[in-house]
């Protein structure tokens, strides 16, 4: 049984309750999705099944091979499922996998942002702004590590790209489903900006 589904990212608003509290949700649209392709123990050696996410203008080749008639799609994403039961190549996945309550895990891209320093990448507190510190205030400090190892370690806190890596935030809650929209409200932030690509599959914790 197939419990994930690939969507994009609207934005974030609120969503108020009988009992008079509000909570910050993320809204994002969810499918609909076509099940491309269907992968077995026998076969593959595990079972998952490949979903197809939104129409595309143009395919390679091999692309087009592999869709057949489904139809032209721009993402394509695999999800591992324990049983597959009577899933079949080209059957819908919509926002009807999911029921309010629901626990599910959200992949994304986080947002991009640059290149940073160790005070906005990693916290650091920076060094002192008097005794002469004319220009040290946000650097990161001795990095070496003397005569042995005479190295840096590699995992050094240091500045470098910071954002645009796969994210995978965990245990997020879903709060409201409108199935003629295709949308799913899920309480708290998701990674990535507005429109970024989202796997969402159910919690199995």
């Known amino acids: 049984m197939n419990n994930a589904i690939i969507g994009k990212k609207i934005g974030m608003s609120q969503l108020f309750n009988e009992d008079g509290t509000v909570d910050t949700v993320t809204e994002i649209e969810a499918g609909p999705c076509i099940i491309a392709q269907v992968k077995t123990i026998e076969k593959e050696g595990y079972n998952a099944v ?5 129409t595309a203008k143009k395919l390679t080749r091999p692309e087009k091979k592999h869709l057949g008639d489904l139809g032209m799609f721009k993402h394509l994403r695999e999800f591992r499922v324990d049983d597959l039961g009577d899933t079949e190549v080209g059957q819908v996945v919509n926002t009807g996998i999911f029921q309010v309550n629901d626990i599910v895990n959200i992949t994304g ?5 640059g290149f940073a320093g160790v005070v906005k990448r990693h916290g650091f507190h920076g060094g002192p702004k008097t005794h002469g510190q004319s220009d040290r205030h946000r650097a990161p400090g001795s990095v070496g590590a003397g005569t042995s ?6 995992g050094k806190r ?3 790209h910071m954002g645009n890596a796969r994210v995978t935030v965990q245990n997020l809650k879903v709060v409201a489903i409108d199935t003629d929209k295709n949308t799913l409200m899920i309480k708290g932030a998701v990674p990535g900006s507005k429109n970024g690509l989202l796997l969402i599959n159910r919690s199995t914790k």
Do not use: D, E, I
């Open 149 to 154: 190892p005479g190295r840096v370690f590699k």
């Open 109 to 113: 891209t986080s947002k991009g942002r």
């Open 50 to 54: 490949q979903l197809a996410y939104q």
């Open 158 to 160: 240091m500045a470098g």
